[in-house]
């Protein structure tokens, strides 16, 4: 069992930036790929971003290329998606997950847990 906490959403203006963070507990997180995902009102779950187990490759989405950043650190078993100009677009529900795949990085049914998601709102 993996135990995902995600901190650092809030509230931000248009062009600001915010970092999240997703604590993990229980089985080795190295082993472990993990993914940002977000929700927003209405609309399907989607890929953000993601890396593997050593960090050797990422993912990015394409809808938020050149803003969003991943990255995780493994003595501390925690993982960071850096969003920056941010728009009203990126307004959702963001997740963390983790899975032992090493492929299939933004497919959302090879990550085996999930955190409980932190709200990043984007005032225009």
């Known amino acids: 069992q993996v135990h995902l906490v995600e901190s650092g959403g809030g509230v931000v203006q248009a062009g600001g930036s915010l970092r999240l963070s997703c604590a993990a507990s229980?089985?080795?997180?190295?082993?472990?790929?993990m993914g940002w995902f977000r929700q927003a009102p209405g609309k399907d779950r989607e890929s953000v971003a993601a890396?593997?187990?050593?960090?050797?490759?990422?993912y990015i989405a394409d809808s938020v290329k050149g803003r969003f950043a991943i990255s995780r650190d493994n003595d501390k078993d925690t993982v960071y998606l850096q969003m920056n100009s941010l728009k009203p677009e990126d307004t959702a529900v963001y997740f963390c997950?983790?899975?032992?795949?090493?492929?299939?990085?933004?497919?959302?049914?090879?990550?085996?847990?999930w955190g409980q998601g932190t709200q990043v709102t984007v005032s225009s």
């Open positions: 890396v593997t187990q050593s960090a050797t490759r990422t």
């Open positions: 229980g089985r080795t997180f190295s082993s472990y790929a």
């Open positions: 997950a983790a899975g032992r795949m090493t492929w299939g990085l933004a497919t959302t049914a090879k990550y085996e847990y």
